[in-house]
């Protein structure tokens, strides 16, 4: 008597179950790496935003030079408030530091500063 019996074998599940555990194992790293790229993005886009008021603020007032202060500048950052803190230090006639600090769960462990002045390009460091 012979049966005809249809499904898989135990071989067949646990090599399908082993190669999608190795592309997980690839996959997950990268889309964490995606999304932390991503965040960052967001964060540089509202340092540019506070460096584009920063210039206007100094066309207005050269005398005084640049502003610490984020009320003298009219600049909304409230679409990324929720992930980031935005902070300007170190604000001269010549330049400033802008950082952007991480301040949702997604983002704690990151951060962005930018180092604008006049006389050089803007420098750029993400954490």
Excluded at 49 to 78: C, H, K, R, W
């Amino acid at each position: 008597m012979r049966r005809n019996a249809k499904g898989f074998t135990l071989m067949e599940l646990m090599v399908v179950i082993v190669i999608v555990a190795i592309l997980a194992a690839v996959a997950v790293p990268l889309y964490i790496n995606y999304v932390k790229d991503a965040q960052r993005s967001e964060a540089k886009g509202a340092i540019g935003a506070v460096i584009t008021a920063e210039q206007t603020y100094f066309q207005a007032n050269p005398a005084t030079g640049y502003t610490n202060t984020m009320t003298n500048l009219n600049v909304d950052l409230s679409d990324v408030s929720h992930n980031w803190t935005i902070a300007v230090t170190n604000a001269s006639t010549t330049g400033f530091v802008v950082t952007a600090t991480g301040a949702s769960t997604q983002t704690t462990s990151l951060s962005v500063t930018c180092t604008y002045s006049r006389s050089a390009p803007p420098v750029w460091v993400e954490q």
